[in-house]
């Protein structure tokens, strides 16, 4: 946990998407120093067209590579999703050339009831994680 959902324009190559996935997954790992294996990724392909994507006045100029990645995650501080911005903008440069002017990010956050990893329980509350 968290879980990365990652909307993106279809006709991307399957190892554009696995190297968006890991660079993204370094990040996570640096930003909010989680577990290896706590990896939660969600890839959502969209026809052209289907994704208005714009700036919100700030003159950043989007490309067809474009990606919206929602976080869903226990709360975090102002200093690690900074952190998260600034490290999951540079793995996607590094791992794929996404330009930090293609990448959104935002935030949903929840609580430790809202999560059930398997099993019909609430690891977080029963104190198994």
Not at 65 to 92: H, Q, W
Not at 112 to 124: I, P
Request: charged share 25%; with cysteine; glycine share 6%.
């Amino acid at each position: 946990m968290p879980l990365l959902r990652f909307d993106i324009s279809k006709g991307h190559a399957d190892s554009y998407i696995q190297n968006m996935l890991d660079g993204a997954h370094r990040a996570v790992l640096r930003a909010f120093s989680v577990p290896e294996r706590d990896r939660y990724q969600i890839v959502h392909e969209h026809e052209n067209g289907r994704m208005v994507v714009q700036d919100t006045g700030l003159g950043i100029v989007r490309s067809s590579n474009v990606v919206v990645i929602t976080v869903v995650s226990r709360p975090r501080s102002e200093d690690a999703k900074r952190l998260f911005y600034e490290a999951v903008c540079s793995e996607l440069m590094e791992a794929c050339q996404i330009s930090p002017d293609d990448v959104v990010v935002s935030f949903i956050i929840n609580s430790d009831a809202d999560w059930s990893f398997g099993e019909g329980r609430a690891q977080f509350l029963t104190g198994e994680l």
